[in-house]
């Protein structure tokens, strides 16, 4: 499975982006989805999941109302809005073969990554 996450950029505080996660590789029917983020100097939590079975989703409580993660085929996309300064950060989609659960914010339960996009949002 290859992950290829794009969309990152450059905005300003209450800007929007949208990023995209494209999945490859081997074919199953059910897996989730999930965006992460590293900031400087921090350590990398979850952002978002979905399931690709049945497009339940899950988001960190810093992202509720602002963010929306959806699926289309193999590619599921990251909607942000009302960007804050403190959302930039370095975004990872991963995969997990399974669905999110309640622990889809942790890190060692993904089997893939990708290879991160950057999101700095500034004035």
């Known amino acids: 499975v290859q992950l290829q996450a794009s969309g990152g950029g450059l905005v300003q505080p209450g800007g929007s982006l949208r990023l995209s996660c494209a999945r490859s590789g081997f074919a199953r029917s059910r897996y989730a989805i999930g965006w992460f983020r590293r900031a400087p100097g921090k350590k990398r939590e979850g952002v978002s999941c979905?399931?690709?079975?049945?497009?339940r989703t899950y988001y960190a409580d810093s992202v509720k109302g602002r963010f929306s993660i959806s699926r289309d085929s193999n590619t599921v996309l990251l909607q942000m809005n009302s960007l804050k300064p403190e959302d930039t950060a370095v975004y990872y989609c991963?995969?997990?073969?399974?669905?999110?659960?309640?622990?889809?914010?942790?890190?060692?339960?993904?089997?893939?990554w990708g290879q991160g996009t950057q999101v700095t949002v500034s004035s």
């Open positions: 991963a995969e997990d073969v399974g669905d999110c659960g309640g622990t889809w914010f942790v890190e060692r339960k993904w089997n893939y």
């Open positions: 979905i399931n690709r079975s049945d497009g």
